[in-house]
């Protein structure tokens, strides 16, 4: 049943000079492979985990009452070790696709609808391993639950950490995640959600200039709260998804990722035409 993965190549890095030939560019992958498996078991690189549990309270965004709702997750026992299936356990579970914990593909959003590879089953598997940077923004948004990320926060990142490589992951880390009321994680107030978010104009800086891979967020979507009042609506995934970039959302444990030199692994479900999925998404670091 699995196709064959034939149009599944890595992405070449950096120019290559001198192309070693085919058998000592064999070795030389297979050396830096050997080197990780060591690295990671001398724990010398942690494997850090920015998923949120996923179970029936895991919060799921709401949208106005004129829009279909998303369903929250439920999980029923199908056995356990019982007359049911004496010696097996398994569970059924039901959720929208993009609930917890998830990726955002390009055909989410209309902008992205038409776009060659935009779901996650036709979604080239090598976008799922990435570099990432982090940006940290916890003390704004300490100040200001609807802070959005703007062109100059990033030109100040910049300045420290040097220009956002292209193909990767930007993070925003928010602090976000400490909310673990889900009350206070959509902090939804008599005007609608509050949370923080992209202006639309360092969307269109990261997707366009920066040719990123996408964001992610500690939210749970990758707009802002109030983003649907915004022109246009929800710009993060209008632009971003328009780009054909990805989004993960209600990540966690961002405080263990370095603004650089982090690598994070993504893969969403292979759901035939599917615009997003929960994921369990990892971040490899320096210990
Ligand atoms: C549908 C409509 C608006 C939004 C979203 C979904 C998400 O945040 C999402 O999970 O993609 S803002
Ligand atoms: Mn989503």
């Known amino acids: 049943m699995c196709a064959p993965a034939g149009d599944e190549r890595g992405t070449p890095i950096g120019a290559a000079a001198k192309r070693p030939s085919r058998r000592g560019r064999g070795r030389e992958m297979a050396s830096v492979l050997t080197q990780l498996v060591q690295e990671l078991g001398g724990g010398r690189i942690r494997v850090v985990d920015l998923t949120q549990p996923l179970e029936p309270k895991t919060p799921v965004i709401g949208l106005p009452p004129v829009f279909a709702p998303s369903p929250?997750?439920?999980?029923?026992?199908?056995?356990?070790?019982?007359?049911?299936g004496p010696a097996w356990y398994w569970n059924t579970i039901h959720l929208g696709e993009h609930t917890?914990?998830?990726?955002?593909?390009?055909?989410?959003?209309?902008?992205?609808?038409?776009?060659?590879g935009n779901a996650c089953d036709t979604i080239p598997a090598h976008h799922f391993v990435g570099p990432a940077v982090v940006i940290d923004v916890v003390d704004e948004v300490a100040r200001n639950q609807d802070f959005l990320l703007m062109p100059e926060h990033i030109a100040a990142w910049e300045g420290r950490h040097g220009r956002i490589p292209a193909a990767s992951w930007v993070l925003l880390r928010t602090g976000w995640s400490r909310r673990l009321d889900p009350n206070e994680f959509l902090n939804v107030r008599q005007n609608g959600p509050h949370s923080p978010g992209f202006h639309k104009a360092s969307s269109e800086l990261l997707a366009r200039e920066r040719d990123i891979l996408g964001v992610g967020v500690e939210?749970?979507?990758?707009?802002?709260?109030?983003?649907?009042?915004?022109?246009?609506?929800?710009?993060?995934?209008?632009?971003?998804?328009?780009?054909?970039?990805?989004?993960?959302?209600?990540?966690?444990?961002?405080?263990?990722?370095?603004?650089?030199?982090?690598?994070?692994?993504?893969?969403p479900l292979k759901i035939v035409g599917g615009s997003g999925s929960p994921v369990r998404v990892l971040a490899l670091v320096p210990a």
């Open 72 to 84: 929250p997750f439920s999980i029923e026992v199908i056995s356990r070790y019982d007359e049911r």
């Open 219 to 267: 939210t749970v979507g990758t707009d802002a709260g109030q983003a649907g009042t915004f022109d246009p609506p929800f710009p993060n995934h209008t632009i971003m998804h328009g780009a054909g970039k990805f989004g993960l959302t209600s990540l966690c444990n961002l405080d263990q990722v370095p603004a650089t030199g982090a690598v994070v692994i993504a893969a």
């Open 100 to 116: 917890g914990t998830h990726f955002d593909a390009p055909v989410h959003w209309v902008t992205g609808k038409d776009l060659p």
